[in-house]
């Protein structure tokens, strides 16, 4: 099990992505039932891990998205209010990782190199 979860790591899978596959197509409904460890654990143990957390990584990625539909359409007053709500739970999600040491104390979001991390 371990080496399928690397393999698909090295796929430039998620884990959640690589959950869903071992689920689906594997029969293994928890890995942690199976291995003792959890997805991400594994990783790190093999120095798989993403640099960014997932969910941050996600949130980064939603708000480029928006950011980029508002150069497009300017007058979108919802979208800018949504991407001020998705910012600041990216905000808030980095200040407890910074707290949790999950990400440098010098990490910091920016949304002009925003589009950079998640390429």
């Excluded at 992505?17 to 942690?32: C, E, F, P, T, Y």
């Excluded at 798989?48 to 941050?56: G, N, R, V, W, Y």
């Amino acid at each position: 099990v371990e080496e399928n979860i690397c393999k698909f790591a090295k796929k430039g899978m998620t884990p959640s992505q690589i959950g869903v596959i071992l689920r689906d197509s594997h029969g293994i409904a928890q890995v942690k039932s199976v291995t003792g460890s959890k997805i991400l654990r594994i990783l790190k143990a093999h120095g798989l891990a993403p640099e960014i957390p997932e969910d941050l990584y996600h949130l980064i990625k939603k708000a480029v998205a928006i950011r980029k539909h508002l150069e497009r359409n300017r007058k979108d007053k919802d979208s800018k209010f949504r991407l001020i709500l998705v910012e600041s739970r990216i905000h808030r999600l980095a200040r407890y990782y910074k707290k949790t040491k999950k990400l440098p104390p010098v990490w910091k979001y920016e949304s002009t190199t925003a589009s950079t991390l998640v390429a």
